[in-house]
């Protein structure tokens, strides 16, 4: 058992930045992986970036260089910088964590790019 809460989103301009949070708990000590989804209006989820136990991140090729995703392991809080932020970001952020048994999920924070 999991919990996620994430916590940040809101509205920005154009060239903007803000910073999400994902706060776990319950059963964390089984999770071997994080990351953030997102999902725009009318479009599939997608991966944003993830990071692996032992520190490994990757990110998607549209926010290289943008967004970069980072866990504070002494309390289990994902967290996702955004920077330059653009209109095609808009969309609900989801944090999802993974064990070996199963995947858990955050019930997501809205982010609105828009001037």
């Known amino acids: 058992q999991v919990q996620l809460v994430e916590s940040g989103g809101g509205l920005v301009q154009p060239g903007g930045s803000l910073r999400l949070s994902c706060a776990a708990s319950g059963s964390i000590s089984g999770i071997n992986r994080m990351g953030w989804y997102r999902q725009a209006p009318g479009k599939q989820r997608e991966l944003v970036a993830s990071?692996?136990?032992?520190?490994?991140?990757n990110h998607a090729d549209s926010v290289k260089g943008r967004f970069t995703i980072s866990r504070y392991n002494v309390d289990n809080t994902l967290y996702l910088q955004m920077s330059m932020l653009q209109p095609e970001d808009t969309a609900v952020y989801y944090c999802?964590?993974?064990?070996?048994?199963?995947?858990?999920w955050g019930q997501g924070t809205q982010v609105t790019v828009s001037s």
């Open positions: 990071v692996t136990i032992d520190g490994s991140t």
């Open positions: 999802n964590a993974e064990t070996s048994g199963t995947g858990y």
